[in-house]
């Protein structure tokens, strides 16, 4: 059964359209953040991923996912593509990006960054505790930072006492 109302270049037309870069809940993000004062890189290619964005002074990379493409409610999901035109292709595409966002998170969290992911609709309805939750990362980087400090003085021989 064809679910898709659309003609064939109608949903080329749809599909050539989406971006990778600069989508819409990537700049609302951005925006918000902005006005709350953090400075950051877009697309910061020298981090794996090329996180969405990278305030580099925390080091806290941001995705910003689109429920479609990095599976969200991945069962319900599934399901729906398996009734649908090129299912095959679409459930071994969202699949490997999933994958392929895990292995990224992780080699991020190796090199010591802390690695925030939003789905679009979270960025859209609730833009305000998407921030709320990167100034919760920076400031578990500040204390963490300054306990590592604190720590580290106390075997400096050159430290006043």
């Known amino acids: 059964m064809n679910r898709d109302t659309l003609t064939p270049e109608q949903r080329h037309k749809n599909m050539s359209a989406i971006r990778s870069k600069d989508t819409s809940i990537e700049v609302k993000l ?25 305030i580099t002074k925390y080091r806290i990379a941001i995705f910003c996912d689109s429920e479609f493409f990095h599976g969200k409610d991945w069962d319900q999901l599934k399901l729906k593509l398996g009734q649908g035109k090129n299912s095959t292709y679409w459930i071994k595409k969202i699949q490997r990006n999933i994958q392929r966002d ?60």
């Open 102 to 161: 895990q292995e990224n998170e992780l080699a991020l969290r190796w090199q010591e960054w802390t690695v925030l992911r939003f789905w679009g609709k979270d960025i859209i309805k609730h833009t305000d505790e998407c921030v709320k939750a990167v100034d919760e990362a920076v400031y578990d980087q500040i204390i963490n930072s300054q306990a590592q400090n604190d720590y580290y003085e106390q075997f400096d021989p050159y430290h006043d006492r």
């Open 30 to 54: 951005r925006k918000a953040l902005w006005h709350h004062g953090y400075r950051y890189r877009k697309n910061y290619s020298k981090l794996p991923g090329k996180p969405d964005i990278a």
